[in-house]
């Protein structure tokens, strides 16, 4: 009995099948591995239709979606936390200049004073040039209802209690994070969830 | 018999598949991908998304990916299972009056139930490590006999002639001896992979090497063990290949791909060692040392073969 002795099949197709595992196995093992940096999701915005002042048009839930949003509540004549959140916002706002995967919602609390024309003024004071930072304006009851029922954010005794906390918003309109907009330290941690959510769209 | 060979050795292969499965799942950690056993979830087939959880399970706990990767090997699993208890009632049906054939078979049925079973035993206490070794040490099994299985179904369809091959005696038992070092290395290999992971988990943020650093001896007996075990394999290999003992076919194509599992073997230690312990590393590290002793097993069984029929 020789049956072609010279030639090793097994061992070519058995180094040619564990080749092709070993390369499919990288890839199970790097998907698990990325998937373990996943951003969990705190909940879903609710749909809500509020008006932005740099056109005076509905804007909502609808257009929150396909990009992610960072979302904040706050009013021009803030003087208490204001003056330390919004510079925070501009920053990101002009730190994402050339990226069309997020923008940036500030929803007014003192929708009495904050007129649109306010609003635009007030927008044009942190350097806003295009609608990838929008000032939204909306009767108060309906802005606490977001707030609270919503977003799960306090909103005792609107426009003086209301919250200084940055909202992450995914591209799907679902909660993935949240930030301290006071605090600098809390705001990297929210480009890091940015960079990763960011990937995926 | 050449359709139950047939059926034998595509068993055995999708066992070495199922086996490299369980690799992956184990270095993924994908263990708990799902939490629950034999549903994922609370189905039959995981969700797809985060929204088709049921209310009762908390979603921080679901990981999509991971919920996938172990519920496709549970799919392997139970296809394998399928094929060996259908190989085994073949064999108790149509070969029952070969005991060669029979006794392995009436084996590997129920021992392959009770793996399914320690499956969910190995979910239930949420990966405990020795748990998840004695589920290898019997997959190491299970394929043995059907590596058994396979060749005796082999050695019916060709009837060896005596004259086949001339080995001496002495070479039948290095075979075997290595196959036994080959099982201990497995084993070892397991308690240096339980001694790391112990000591991650003591120190969360050391990097493999740091880790390594810290390990007792058992770090030094495995790789020592290994080359020592693989000097001796050399040794073998090149008493098989020698043409002047007239190897057989199989002894012949086993011999090679021994060979080639050697050096992989090897590579893989080196890079594990230099290049820290990437997850594909450890599989194909793990998967390497179980074809080897099959193969191994192959060649001490072939080699007993040719003395029975003298």
Known sequence: MNVNKRYPGFLIYMVGAMIILAF??????????????????????????????????????????????????????????????????????????????????????DPEHDSFSVLREYAERYGVTDNRWVFLRAPVEQVAELCEGGLMLAADELPMGHTTKFVLIDDLGQIRSYADGTDKSSIRLLEEKIKILARNI | MRNFRFMAILTTLSTYFLIFIGGLV????????????????????????????????????????????????RLAGMTVGLLILALAIWAIIKYRKYPKILIPSLIVAPLTAFQGWQGSVVVSSELEPLIISVHMVIAL??????????????????????????YQAGIKTWAGIL???????????????????????????????????????IKFIHPLVGLFAALFMIYLISRLLSRKYQPSYLIWQCSWCLSGLLIIQIALGIIMMSAGLHAISQVMHLWTASLLSGVLFIIYFSLRQKGEVE
């Open chain 2, 141 to 166: 099994m299970i394929v043995s006999l059907l590596i058994y299985i396979s060749l005796q179904a082999y050695y019916y369809d060709i009837k060896l002639s005596a004259h086949e091959n001339s």
């Open chain 2, 179 to 217: 196959w036994l070092l080959a099982i201990i290395e497995v084993i070892l290999g397991t308690q240096l992979r339980q001694a790391f992971e112990s000591a991650a988990e003591l120190n969360p943020l050391m990097s493999s090497s740091e880790l390594l650093k810290i390990i007792g001896s």
């Open chain 2, 26 to 73: 184990r270095v993924s950690g994908a263990g708990l991908g799902c939490p629950d056993w034999p549903k994922c979830f609370g189905s039959w087939i995981p969700p797809f998304s985060v929204r088709q959880l049921p209310p009762e399970i908390d979603p921080n706990t679901f990981n999509l990916s991971l919920a996938w990767i172990e519920y496709i090997n």
């Open chain 1, 24 to 109: 499919l196995g990288a890839l199970v093992a790097n998907q698990a591995n990325k998937s373990r940096t996943q951003i969990p999701v705190w909940g879903e915005v609710p749909n809500f239709i509020f008006t932005a002042a740099y056109n005076e048009e509905p804007f909502g839930l609808e257009q929150l979606k396909g990009g992610l949003a960072v979302l904040n509540f706050g009013f021009t004549r803030c003087k208490g936390p204001c003056p330390i959140m919004m510079p925070n916002m501009a920053e990101l706002y002009t730190r994402y200049k050339n990226s069309d995967k997020i923008r940036f919602v500030t929803v007014s609390v």
